[in-house]
């Protein structure tokens, strides 16, 4: 990853405030937060909005999508990786590119899909200029999941189904975890899946706010 320190409000004094409050906001993983002290989110946001990019906060990014709040970004990597670095990732709706430079920053191979084109297609541009070369991608409807190359050692996904969309839960390993918002918009819960031998064990984290889960491509 290369360096952009930015200046200002994009300066390093004020994304390690932002590192500051995720901690008081309880984000533990000293990993995550350490990846998340270098890698520049203002570059993930327009212009416009640079000087609002280390507030936690979601903002949009365009297609009546966001950029997800920092803290949920690290509370979803942070129950990911809990266990373990995963050797590779499933990253449902690529977005901004910004949960997807989290992620491969401490995942060895990052598999992203997004359905929206024109999102894919700069967060692709963003994260290439940022120096990552360990993420692949795939225009495609996320609840397909990308089965080629799976399973996967741990899925994240940035939209909420109304229910957990059966082929993610089959393209992962046992052992493996699936971190997913889910329910209708204003009952929406944060939910961690595990795959086991015989099952899937649900755990149900805390309630959440995400766009919806839509289905086909643009």
Not at 42 to 68: C, K, M
Not at 88 to 108: C, D, H, K, R
Request: charged letters at 20%; a neutral charge.
């Amino acid at each position: 990853m290369k360096e952009h320190l930015g200046i200002g409000m994009t300066s390093q004094r004020t994304r390690d405030r932002l590192i500051v409050h995720l901690q008081e906001l309880g984000i533990k993983d000293q990993r995550v937060l350490s990846m998340m002290r270098k890698i520049p989110r203002h570059l993930f946001v327009a212009e416009a909005l640079a000087s609002r990019a280390y507030e936690n906060s979601s903002l949009p990014i365009g297609h009546g999508q966001t950029i997800s709040q920092p803290y949920m970004v690290a509370r979803m990597t942070e129950l990911l990786i809990e266990d373990g670095i995963p050797e590779n990732v499933l990253e449902v709706g690529t977005g901004s590119g910004y949960q997807s430079s989290v992620l491969a920053s401490l995942i060895p191979r990052v598999f992203s899909v997004e359905r929206i084109r024109p999102l894919q297609e700069q967060a692709k541009k963003v994260l290439s200029d940022v120096g990552f070369r360990n993420i692949n991608f795939k225009h495609s409807d996320g609840g397909w999941g990308w089965n080629a190359c799976g399973p996967y050692d741990g899925i994240l996904a940035a939209a909420a189904p109304a229910e957990i969309p059966v082929k993610l839960l089959e393209q992962l390993t046992v052992g493996a975890k699936l971190i997913i918002p889910v329910g209708e918009e204003g009952h929406q819960v944060l939910q961690r899946v595990t795959r086991t031998e015989l099952a899937y064990e649900v755990e149900t984290i805390e309630p959440v706010s995400f766009v919806p889960f839509l289905k086909g491509r643009v």
